[in-house]
């Protein structure tokens, strides 16, 4: 393949860090990039798939044509109230059948939306609010027990911006989202090539940063995806983690689904509790979940009842899926199993159906396009040999070339030929399927020795009492390093000692280094807001009892 070494251009007034013109006309002529708006798309849906039912939430159902309406009738409505074109608007809300009405309400007006997570506090939107500048901010009345207009007033007195605060449900002092409503209007026609909407990003680590993705590039995101998953016109997607989060909005999820005719169920959470009814009744052949919430299900289904017999795949992503537990799916669940490796960012990774039951359960899938540009480096920026660690840097049709607005991190997270540094560490099989083996950051520094995190929480989620396991590094009092500690939920009433995981460990040929100083052992761990185990949390956790 040919290299394409010509900088990135600057940002567009947008935000938008466009790619290069050469990159850009290459994607055109392979396809990728269609030239519709996502507006456009759920136009040529509707004309397609009409009367057949597109979105299921609660009590609400929606043919592809009463969406197309309500999106319309939605972005008249946002016109008539001042949001203009190019405004941001901060999008805090459940899964709901409001949540794809306004999202293409938004898209069609050209307005951006800021898709925040429904377990955003005031630390996440406040800096949200600030980094975006948004106009508007769109919540639910209530969620979990929470009260989402007291969050807003507090956004407010901290966010001059922001205008309006429209309220799905009782809107309390602000103004209700069902009277947001009007005619439908002619709007001028968004360019494909410039932003579309704003998601955030998965770290752990840090603020949060906002990643611009295009109508061109979000499209292709989730047509490509379905094409990759094989999904149609019956598929019946239930999204239950939380939709404005990349992998259930796009990948292919939501919008996928919907670009082949088939049907989204939107459930309020993951809990089997709310999903296996929901799986049942609908008939759901596909979903995705992050891995820690797999053996939730796998328990559930020992004792639900639920017929689960429709599930014909379930995705697994966010985090590294443990080998043992990728194949432990087809029989615990009667479906099979697919693993994503994706990003906000852009690039994502999948199982294919055709790959090898060992690839399925160990690798973290390969690349989606002909195009994603993938090299793996060491420390040094050098490419590492074949099949050795490194760190992933990826450029392609789908991938960011930059963060909204951040200057100062786009000089760091980007080569000059305009490949994102991933920080995520993996090696290539010759399939060209991926291994993630951890975070650059997520290491270990054990006398010297570096130890990823990531290889011992592996190794450690092999013992038969271990259900999840965390491995952080705290400080060794003994000396400058740290001390290997294996966080534990234990899979019943026994849980490891650290010198029987430490035999254990040795049993199963791991390096003596590597073996853990100390073992807790919890009920929980710390997750984050899309369901990752929280690193940081955890570490703070931790560092306080060991005061104590
Ligand atoms: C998904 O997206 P984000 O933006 O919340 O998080 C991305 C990061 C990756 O850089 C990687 O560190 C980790 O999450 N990750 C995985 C993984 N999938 C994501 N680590 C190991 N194994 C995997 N399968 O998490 C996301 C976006 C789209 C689809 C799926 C996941």
């Not at 040919?2 to 050469?22: C, Q």
Request: hydrophobic share 40%; with cysteine; proline share 9%.
């Amino acid at each position: 393949m040919t290299s394409h070494t010509s900088p990135t251009p600057a940002p567009r007034p947008s935000g938008l860090t466009p790619w290069p013109e050469e990159l850009a006309t290459r994607y055109t002529a392979a396809g990728h990039w269609d030239g519709r708006t996502l507006g456009t798309l759920l136009r040529d849906w509707s004309t397609r798939y009409a009367d057949r039912t597109a979105i299921i939430a609660g009590s609400t159902r929606l043919t592809y044509r009463q969406l197309d309406r309500r999106a319309d009738r939605m972005a008249a409505g946002l016109a008539e109230l001042g949001i203009r074109p190019g405004d941001r608007v901060l999008v805090q809300l459940p899964n709901s059948g409001v949540f794809p009405v306004l999202l293409f309400a938004l898209l069609r007006l050209g307005a951006v939306p800021v898709l925040t997570l429904p377990a955003h506090r005031s630390t996440e939107i406040g800096e949200l609010a600030r980094l975006s500048g948004a106009v508007a901010y769109v919540i639910a009345d209530e969620h979990g027990g929470f009260d989402h207009r007291q969050l807003a007033a507090d956004i407010r007195a901290q966010a001059p911006a922001l205008r309006y605060v429209l309220v799905d449900g009782e809107s309390g002092p602000f103004r209700a989202l069902a009277e947001v409503d009007a005619e439908p209007r002619e709007l001028p026609e968004p360019d494909p090539t410039d932003l579309a909407l704003l998601l955030v990003s998965g770290g752990t680590t840090g603020v949060p940063k906002l990643i611009p993705r295009t109508h061109n590039d979000y499209g292709y995101n989730a047509r490509a995806s379905a094409d990759a998953c094989a999904l149609d016109a019956d598929t019946v997607y239930l999204a239950c983690l939380p939709i404005a989060h990349n992998f259930p909005l796009a990948c292919p999820g939501m919008l996928g689904t919907l670009a082949v005719g088939g049907r989204v169920v939107l459930a309020p959470s993951p809990d089997p509790g709310d999903a296996f009814p929901l799986i049942a009744a609908e008939r759901v052949t596909h979903t995705a979940l992050v891995p820690p919430l797999i053996p939730l299900w796998i328990d559930a289904a020992e004792w639900d009842p639920a017929d689960l017999s429709s599930l014909r795949v379930l995705q697994a992503g966010g985090s590294k899926l443990p080998a043992d537990l990728a194949r432990s799916v087809p029989d615990a669940l009667g479906c099979a199993v697919q693993q994503v490796f994706g990003m906000a960012e852009g690039l994502l990774n999948y199982t294919r159906s055709d790959d090898t039951p060992d690839l399925v359960a160990r690798s973290q899938g390969r690349p989606l396009s002909a195009d994603d540009e993938l090299r793996i480096v060491d420390p040094t920026g050098r490419p590492v040999a074949p099949g050795e660690v490194g760190e992933l840097l990826v450029r392609g049709p789908y991938t960011l070339r930059g963060y909204y607005r951040a200057p100062e991190v786009n000089a760091t997270a980007f080569t000059h030929d305009g490949y994102y540094a991933s920080g995520d560490l993996v090696r290539q099989l010759p399939s060209g399927h991926l291994i993630v083996e951890g975070r650059v950051k997520d290491t270990i520094d054990r006398n010297g020795e570096s130890v990823s995190a990531e290889e011992v929480e592996g190794q450690v989620a092999a013992h038969p009492e271990v259900r999840r396991c965390a491995a952080v590094g705290l400080p060794d009092p003994r000396g400058g390093g740290e001390r290997i500690c294996a966080v534990i939920v234990p899979a019943g009433p026994r849980a490891p000692t650290v010198q029987g995981l430490r035999a254990f460990l040795t049993e199963r040929g791991l390096a003596a280094y590597k073996l853990p100083d100390r073992v807790d052992v919890v009920t929980d761990l710390p997750l984050t807001a899309i369901g990752k185990i929280d690193k940081r949390a955890l570490r703070t956790r931790l560092t306080a009892t060991d005061r104590g």
